[in-house]
T-cell receptor
Framework: AQSVTQLDSQVPVFEEAPVELRCNYS??????LFWYVQYPNQGLQLLLK????STLVESINGFEAEFNKSQTSFHLRKPSVHISDTAEYFC??????????WGAGTKLIIKP | DTGVSQDPRHKITKRGQNVTFRCDPI?????LYWYRQTLGQGPEFLTY????????KSRLLSDRFSAERPKGSFSTLEIQRTEQGDSAMYLC????????????FGNGTRLTVT
């Protein structure tokens, strides 16, 4: 069965510092990969996705993620975080039935 | 596009009572999903609909849970004889096409069973 691992439950980082949120998945088939963000008291919003093509995908607010097939990873990065990036970030992988398998989430905590 | 809306936002109920939640998806979306989320966890899949047909239901889902989407538009999720373990955020999402199409989530209904 497919699984998604987000090793860090919380990542504290200073404002304007870079950040990387890690996501590893297990799959023997081609997959679609997603990062969703959940701000406090809100539903989840799509941040970015990888379907095919370029392995580096970017969001409109400065996040990027790189699909690494050999390492089965899809880590999320931002070169300089802002206080407004405080949220929980979820990695998800679609299975062969296109159902999403979710990681447990990583809370990004921005320190002023 | 008014987004996915869920009602109510919060529900407090006593153990043993029945509750019903409503989800209105984005109008042109044919797929509708229900998830449950507890603190510190990712969303847990409950069930999904393609139009009015319920195509999959999680094996973990108790028979106290039932969902409907009678006309392929809005959906309801009912929990009968609620238990304290049912306390969670219930999320609804919709999408256009399963092949890589992202899910659009509502803000959820937070259920507290006392």
């Amino acid at each position: 069965a497919q699984s998604v691992t987000q090793l860090d439950s919380q990542v504290p980082v200073f404002e304007e510092a870079p950040v990387e949120l890690r996501c590893n998945y297990s799959s023997s088939v081609s997959v679609y990969l997603f990062w969703y963000v959940q701000y406090p008291n809100q539903g989840l919003q799509l941040l970015l996705k990888y379907l095919s093509g370029s392995t580096l995908v970017e969001s409109i607010n400065g996040f990027e993620a790189e699909f690494n097939k050999s390492q089965t990873s899809f880590h999320l990065r931002k070169p300089s975080v802002h206080i407004s990036d405080t949220a929980e970030y979820f990695c998800a992988v679609s299975d062969s039935n296109y159902q999403l398998i979710w990681g447990a989430g990583t809370k990004l905590i921005i320190k002023p | 596009d008014t987004g996915v809306s869920q009602d109510p936002r919060h529900k407090i109920t006593k153990r043993g009572q029945n509750v019903t939640f409503r989800c209105d998806p984005i109008s042109e979306h044919n797929r509708l999903y229900w998830y449950r989320q507890t603190l510190g966890q990712g969303p847990e899949f409950l069930t999904y609909f393609q139009n009015e047909a319920q195509l999959e239901k999680s094996r973990l889902l108790s028979d106290r849970f039932s969902a409907e989407r009678p006309k392929g538009s809005f959906s309801t999720l009912e929990i009968q004889r609620t238990e304290q373990g049912d306390s969670a955020m219930y999320l609804c999402a919709s999408s256009l096409d399963p092949r890589g199409s992202p899910l659009h989530f509502g803000n959820g209904t937070r259920l507290t069973v006392t």
